[in-house]
């Protein structure tokens, strides 16, 4: 069977981190400030932002959250970026994604100053990261709590191994390729249009699936003793609980995975809370470079 790895136990150690250096920081005259922006009323998001800004207070951190309605003007939220990006109090800028459809969501995005942008996702902080420039980079959260979990149990070094990552997206996929590369892993990404996935899968010492699709990856896909690192959150149908339960699971089939795999994360519980704690880690960074002071490697 494999080992559980538990990304809610490495993210309370991440931000206790974040709450140990903070407090060094507010001392020395510089408190960590991040702004959270949720347009409309999307129930998920509603609940990631809650947890963003408690867990910002709690690290001690200026936490401020700006709620908008669906009706929210693009230029509206453009102009709201824009004086976030001036306030000095204000060291990290995150609008919760995804935005409704009639707002850019690239525009908005690449309107946050590439200093503030914890989400890492401005076209300045992806080309750092896509040239190996990691020490000046924003990493996008969930890569880099993906990453802090594989280190767990895999260590920093990954030369040798054969890493796949299902998923092309900007915010997961991409970035997650470029930090197994810095690692020295050899990578594929793999998508909807690779040729027989399961046999790719298979080559994998270590697997990560970031696709949105319910336990697509099967027991049957997994090298024995591979590294499973699940990214995907979905809520589906659950009659076994009561009439209209539902209940989260991964982009893998957990049950089937463990019983090949080394090591996973499971889902709830994995990747999920490593998100919050590396916003948290990125805005104390970003914090740190505003008062012209080393970051601690977290
Ligand atoms: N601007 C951004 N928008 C979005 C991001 C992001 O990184 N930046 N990521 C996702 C959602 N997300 C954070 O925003 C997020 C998703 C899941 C979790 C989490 O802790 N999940 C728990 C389960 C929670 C539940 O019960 O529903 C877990 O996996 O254990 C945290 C953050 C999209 N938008």
Redesign the pocket.
Known sequence: MAEIID??AVAAEVVEEVTRHARELIAAGTTPGLAVIIVGEDP??Q???A??SKKAKECGFHSVQHTLPAETSEEELVALVETLNRDPAIHGI?????LPGHIDSGRIIQTIAPEKDV?G?HFINVGKLGTGEVETAFV???PAGSMLLLERVRGKDLSGLNAVVIGRSN?VGKPMANLLLAANATVTIAHSRTKDLPALARTADILVAAVGRPEMVRGDWIKKGATVIDVG?N?IAAPERGEGKTR?VGDVAFEEARAVAGAITP???????M??AM?MANTLVSACRAAGRTPPAL
């Open positions: 990304g809610k998920a998001s609940v990631y932002v947890s963003k995150l609008v919760q994604l995804p989400d996702f996008p959260c969930t915010i959150i809520r989260l889902v709830p519980g994995g990747v999920g809370p998100t919050i916003l």
